[in-house]
């Protein structure tokens, strides 16, 4: 079961987010930046590194990157992320600025969907899923515990008969996810991703347009369908 906090990134600015439990705080803060659309970079031009603080006698500690949203029992409440080198509560330090808008682009953009656009994702002919919530990881053990049973038991037939199974071909955790971003959707490959045909990994980001995308999670992996749609 996800949990569920309020994340704070600014003196005005918070949102209520869920992760899985065994995430753990660094990847809880690579997901926010994406999420959240944070600066990467600082006006110098230096990488910005993000962590991830919470009240405790009544200060803000810093959490440990290695530690999960578990053991660390984050649970309904109040985290805020920030640049360590400069925590934007601090009187010398100001709020992150949310990254510039990209140029209008030249050539024609498909339909825009409304703000209340939602996604959906085929998994199997007889398994479509709808997107709850922000953020959703996709990998092998969401597949394994989402698809079908007889589409589980169809692939371990393949293995014990010494074929080769898709879903093998898809990292245990942590393969890809799925960002909501204001009106926005996005895909993050943390593992080898096709989307359309293109290859993303190591925290390529992409955004789905309308209608939505073809994708497949590694190479000769699993395929699934995104599908944008008005809620």
Known sequence: ???????????????????????????????????LNLPEYDPQGRRIVYGLYREHDG??????DARTLKS?????????????????????????APKPNPRPPTKP????LSSLASCRLKLAPSCTV?????????DRAYLSSTLPQTTILAEKAHIFSGF???????????????????????????????VNGKLLNNGQTVTIQPPGA?????NGGWPITIELFEA
């Open 164 to 194: 080769d199974s898709r879903l093998m071909h898809v990292s245990r955790k942590n393969h890809c996810a799925i960002i909501r971003q204001g009106d926005h959707w996005l895909l993050r490959a943390y593992k080898p991703t096709y």
């Open 59 to 64: 200060e803000r500690e810093l959490l440990q």
């Open 130 to 138: 709808v997107v709850q919530g922000d953020y959703l990881e996709l």
């Open 214 to 218: 073809e994708v497949v999670l590694g």
């Open 1 to 35: 079961m996800s949990i569920e906090f309020d994340v704070s990134w600014a003196p005005s600015e918070h949102k209520t987010v869920s992760r899985e439990p065994d995430k753990t705080i660094r990847e809880v803060v690579q997901s926010l930046v994406v999420q």
């Open 72 to 96: 660390a029992r984050i649970q309904a409440q109040t985290v805020y992320i920030a640049n360590v080198a400069a925590p934007w509560w601090q009187s010398n330090a100001a709020p992150p």
């Open 109 to 112: 953009l498909p339909r825009r």
